[in-house]
Nanobody
Framework: QVQLVESGGGLVQAGGSLRLSCAAS????????MGWYRQAPGNERELVAS???????SYKDSVKGRFTISRDNAKNTLYLQMNSLKPDDTAVYYC?????????WGQGTQVTVSS
């Protein structure tokens, strides 16, 4: 019903920036929330940032002031701008979309931050 394709990951030095993109297609009108999640080795998948249908945003405390979630409705694309990256940000980042009944996931994109 909903397909998500992520891009923008890569290798960056500490203090650098990356912008992740998530292109959504399908029955996107029923979605009530979209978010970015990450999973580092040995850790559970965690919510990093989310945005509601109305545009309200929320962030994990450790990324506040560094990450910004946004969307371009005309392009059906979700973004995560990541600045001042730290080695602890290293993880596979996933785009998630939620309808209240069903969760959809992208395949993930690797972000590696070197010291």
């Amino acid at each position: 019903q909903v397909q998500l394709v992520e891009s923008g990951g890569g290798l960056v030095q500490a203090g650098g920036s990356l912008r992740l993109s998530c292109a959504a297609s399908g029955s996107i009108f029923r979605l009530i929330l979209m978010g970015w999640y990450r999973q580092a080795p040995g850790n559970e998948r965690e919510l990093v940032a989310s945005i509601t249908r109305a545009g309200s945003t929320s962030y994990k405390d450790s990324v506040k002031g560094r990450f910004t979630i946004s969307r371009d409705n005309a392009k059906n694309t979700l973004y995560l701008q990541m600045n001042s990256l730290k080695p602890d940000d290293t993880a596979v980042y996933y785009c998630g979309a939620h309808s209240g009944q069903t969760d959809y996931w992208g395949q993930g994109t690797q972000v590696t931050v070197s010291s």
